[in-house]
């Protein structure tokens, strides 16, 4: 069974502050998402990396795909509180319809 | 533009009694899917459909039905809803391999 393991589980941080997510497996996976919720509504998607050691930049966020394409990071500089919500990362296998998706980080930035 | 649009939103039920949670989207795609999200547990696959006359099983299916009505409506079926389905229910579409999943907003379910 593959399994993508998030840390931190739960992070609060003061609006400014930088701070990193970790997305981890023992799996490799042929393409890895970012996604952020908000309260009440469904994921959206941030990000798709699919080269291992890919980096890819979306304002003050910067994506990074493993090497061996088993783990992800996720830096966020100068937090803001527009960036509180749950972020969770998903791994595709190739060849199938399926995504498996990480346990989640949540966030909460304070002003 | 509504995407991926999900019914109902709230829903509470009695130990026992079944439901069918209805989504549609309206951007063409071939696979949609349904998880549910619990506390701490990410989101976990229920079934999916990779397209139009196909269903397979995810990592949770044990207690759940689905039928791909058609290339726009995907519904899954609870035919006896125990407490332990309590859950947030999201449907979600893609075009294809490695695309981005659309997601609704999810449908709330509590089963007393």
């Known amino acids: 069974t593959q399994l993508l393991e998030q840390s931190p589980q739960f992070l609060s941080i003061q609006e400014g502050e930088n701070l990193t997510v970790y997305c981890n497996s023992s799996?490799?996976?042929?393409?890895l998402q970012w996604y952020r919720q908000e309260p009440g509504e469904g994921p959206v998607l941030l990000v798709t990396v699919v080269t291992g050691g890919e980096v890819k930049k979306l304002k003050r966020l910067t994506f990074q795909f493993g090497d061996a394409r088993k783990d992800s990071s996720l830096h966020i500089t100068a937090a803001q509180p527009g960036d509180t919500g749950l972020y969770l990362c998903a791994g595709g296998t190739s060849g199938t319809y399926k995504y498996i998706f990480g346990t989640g980080t949540r966030l909460k930035v304070l002003a | 533009n509504a995407g991926v649009t999900q019914t109902p939103k709230f829903q509470v039920l009695k130990t026992g009694q079944s439901m069918t949670l209805q989504c549609a989207q309206d951007m063409n795609h071939n696979s949609m899917y349904w998880y549910r999200q619990d506390p701490g547990m990410g989101l976990r696959l229920i079934y999916y459909s990779a397209s139009e006359g196909t269903t397979d099983k995810g990592e949770v299916p044990n207690g759940y039905n689905v039928s791909r009505l058609n290339k726009r409506e995907f519904s899954l079926r609870l035919e006896s809803a125990a407490p332990s389905q309590t859950s947030v229910y999201f449907c979600?579409?893609?075009?294809?391999?490695?695309?981005?999943?659309?997601f609704g907003d999810g449908t709330r379910l509590s089963i007393l």
């Open positions: 979600a579409s893609r075009d294809g391999i490695n695309q981005p999943q659309h």
């Open positions: 799996s490799v996976f042929s393409s």
